[in-house]
Every structure is written in C-alpha cells, then in structure tokens.
C-alpha cells in the first residue's frame, strides 16, 4: 500500500505560481512512477505531469514550460511548481503513483482555483 498526501493548493490570481506538495508514505518501493493530474468541473481528470523512476519527466502540452515535477527522496515528497497560471489551470490536482506503468494509488487531491 502507498498513501499520498496533497496539500499546497489555493486561491491564485490569473499569472501567479503555487507549489503543489505530495508526501509519500508505504511501500515506496513498489512505486514506478509519481504524477500530477487534475480533474476540472465537468471534465474528465487529465495527466499533468509524471516522473517514472527509471528517469525522465513528462507533461501535458497545455503545462509545457510553466509547470515542473520534481522529487526529494529523502524528504519522501514530490512536488509541483505552477508558473504563469490561467484560469484554464483551475481544477482539483491529485497527486499519483503508478505500479508497473499504471496510475494506481492516489490522494485525496487539493483544489487550485485561478482567477481572471
């Protein structure tokens, strides 16, 4: 079992940042990638971001180049730092981990909810 933990969400005027912040817990070692996704009202949940284990980093078209995933292994975290928000950005941000390439445990989520 692995247990996330969001928080870090807000309210943000149109062009601020925010930190998302996940703390991870249990078997980590059965982990093979942690990712951000978020679900807007009426939509479905959508990847954000995701970083496998093996290496590399990932993200959305519509995320390129304003947010960025990172860890701290030591510290048990993952992270999310959100640049140049819009109110597109507006929606609940779930943080995940993936077991054998499949999104599969996720936390409760932390609502971001951008203002024009």
């Known amino acids: 079992q692995v247990q996330l933990v969001e928080s870090g969400g807000g309210l943000v005027q149109s062009g601020g940042s925010l930190r998302l912040s996940c703390a991870v817990s249990?078997?980590?070692?059965?982990?093979?990638?942690m990712g951000w996704y978020r679900q807007a009202p009426g939509k479905q949940r959508e990847m954000v971001a995701t970083m496998p284990t093996r290496g590399g980093t990932y993200y959305a078209d519509s995320v390129k180049d304003r947010f960025t995933i990172s860890t701290d292994t030591a510290k048990r975290m993952v992270y999310l730092q959100m640049t140049s928000l819009t109110p597109n950005d507006t929606a609940v941000y779930y943080c995940?981990?993936?077991?054998?390439?499949?999104?599969?445990?996720w936390g409760q989520g932390t609502q971001v909810t951008v203002s024009a």
């Open positions: 995940n981990a993936a077991i054998l390439g499949t999104p599969h445990y």
């Open positions: 249990g078997n980590i070692f059965s982990i093979s990638a």
